[in-house]
C-alpha cells in the first residue's frame, strides 16, 4: 500500500470517526477491557486501555486506524501482559464467515490477484501467476446476496440453539454485521462469562453438530418435542418419513448441514480475544461494524456502506463486479474509474489499486 493510498484511507476514516464518534459501542464494564488497532500499514498494538467512551473515541480520530478491537474478556489489568492481566471472565462470541459456509456460487466469484505484478483472474488461484511467474499469487474471497445471506441463515440457527438450547434469553444475544462478509454475535449472560475454552469448545463443537452420534441419542428422544439435537434428528427425519432401520451416517451427515451453524471454532473458545469493536470500520472494506436489530431487514450490501459519497478517481488493478448501496461496480482490469469514495476504499483498503495520477 502506497503513501498516497493510506494517506487517503486515513483522512477518511479519521472524519468518519469525528463525525459519528456517538456511534461507537462502547462495552459493558469499559475500564476492564483491553483495546486493540491496526493502523494503516502497520502491525496489531494491543494491550490499551481506556477509561471512558471519550478517551476512546478521541484516540480514534487522532489514530485513523485500520481496524479497532476491544477484548471479549475482562481483566483486572487490562494493559499488562496476558499471564499477568488477571482474567475475570469473558462474553461468549460467536463469528461466522460466508467463507466457510458452502455455496456455488463460490466458483463464480472466487478470484485471484499477484502482488507482483498487479494483475489477477477469476477461479482457483494457479501454481504461480501466468502473466510475471511469480510463485505467490493470493486467493481473494469475495461474496454475493448468495452467499452472504446463506451466512445470514447460519446466525439464525446460532440463535435458535441458544435460546432453545442453552436457554438465553433472545435479549442477550447481540448480533452485528462483520464489516466484510460474516456476522458476529455476543452473548451476554453470566452463567458463561466463567467458562474456560474446553468448556466452550464444547460448545462450539454442539453448535456445529461435530461428532453428532444418534447411538447416544435414544429412539425416544428423536421426537419434535424432543430437546436439542433429538428434536433436529426427530423432524429431519419425520419429513422425509425415514424408517429407524436407515439411521446411517449419511443420514447423521445430512442432518449436521440441514441444522448445523458454521461459526468459527476458534473464535467462540479463545478467552482472550480482541474482537472487532462494533461502531467501527472494517480496515479491509470501509464498511461499518453494526448492531443488526432485524436480520430479515438487513441488507449487508446497503446498510453497513456509511462512507461518503463524493467522487474520486482511482486506478483500479483488477476486481470483479460486485455491489454496493444499490449501485453495481466493475469488473476492472487495469481501469482508471471515478467512483464514489465508499467504493474506492472498498477496493483500495484491499490493496487492488491506488489513487490515479
Ligand atoms: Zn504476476
Ligand atoms: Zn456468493
Known amino acids: 500500500m502506497d503513501e498516497k493510498v493510506v494517506g487517503f484511507l486515513r483522512r477518511v476514516y479519521r472524519e468518519y470517526y469525528f463525525n ?7 462495552p459493558s464494564k469499559i475500564s476492564s477491557r483491553e483495546f486493540g488497532y491496526i493502523p494503516f500499514g502497520g502491525g496489531m498494538i494491543r494491550h490499551l486501555s481506556f477509561k471512558s467512551a471519550g478517551e476512546l473515541a478521541a484516540e480514534l480520530v487522532r489514530q485513523a486506524p485500520s481496524s479497532v478491537y476491544c477484548s471479549n474478556a475482562m481483566y483486572e489489568h487490562p494493559t499488562l501482559q496476558m499471564d499477568e492481566k488477571g ?63 446463506a451466512t445470514k441463515d447460519h446466525i439464525r440457527r446460532l440463535t435458535d440453539f441458544l435460546v432453545d438450547d442453552f436457554g438465553v ?46 447411538k447416544v441419542i435414544p429412539q425416544e428422544a428423536q421426537t419434535y418435542r424432543s430437546p436439542g439435537w433429538g ?31 458454521l461459526i468459527d471454532e476458534s473464535v467462540t473458545t479463545d478467552v482472550h480475544r480482541v474482537f472487532r469493536m462494533p461502531g467501527t470500520l472494517h480496515g479491509n472494506s470501509g464498511m461499518l461494524k453494526m448492531r ?36 453495481r461496480f466493475g469488473p476492472y482490469d487495469s481501469s482508471d474509474v471515478t467512483v464514489p469514495t465508499y467504493a474506492a476504499v472498498y477496493l483500495l483498503a484491499r490493496g487492488f489499486g491506488g489513487i490515479a495520477g
Open 292 to 327: 443488526v436489530d432485524s436480520l430479515d431487514s438487513f441488507d449487508p450490501q446497503r446498510h453497513p456502506v456509511v462512507l461518503g459519497s463524493e467522487t474520486i478517481a482511482v486506478h483500479i488493478d483488477y476486481s470483479p463486479e460486485f455491489f454496493l448501496n444499490g449501485r
Open 231 to 261: 428434536r433436529k434428528v426427530g423432524l429431519y427425519v419425520d419429513a422425509r418419513r425415514e424408517t429407524p432401520m436407515r439411521r446411517t451416517q449419511k443420514l447423521v451427515d445430512e442432518i449436521v448441514i440441514a441444522n448445523a451453524a
Open 87 to 149: 482474567w475475570l471472565g469473558a462474553d461468549l462470541i460467536f463469528d461466522i464467515d460466508a467463507d466457510s459456509i458452502p455455496t456455488p456460487c463460490k466458483e463464480k466469484h472466487n478470484w485471484w490477484f499477484c502482488n507482483s505484478c498487479r494483475k489477477g483472474g477469476m477461479g482457483i488461484k494457479p501454481g504461480k501467476c501466468p502473466y510475471c511467474k511469480a510463485p505467490t499469487p493470493e486467493q481473494v474471497h469475495w461474496s454475493c446476496r448468495e452467499c452472504l445471506g
Open 20 to 26: 459519528h464518534r456517538n456511534q461507537i459501542e462502547i
Open 169 to 214: 434469553n433472545s435479549q442477550h444475544i447481540q448480533i452485528y454485521f462483520s464489516g466484510n462478509r460474516g456476522y458476529h454475535a455476543s452473548v451476554h449472560d453470566e452463567r458463561f462469562e466463567k467458562a474456560d475454552p474446553a468448556m466452550r469448545s464444547e460448545l462450539a463443537n454442539y453448535i456445529r453438530g461435530t461428532g453428532l452420534n444418534l
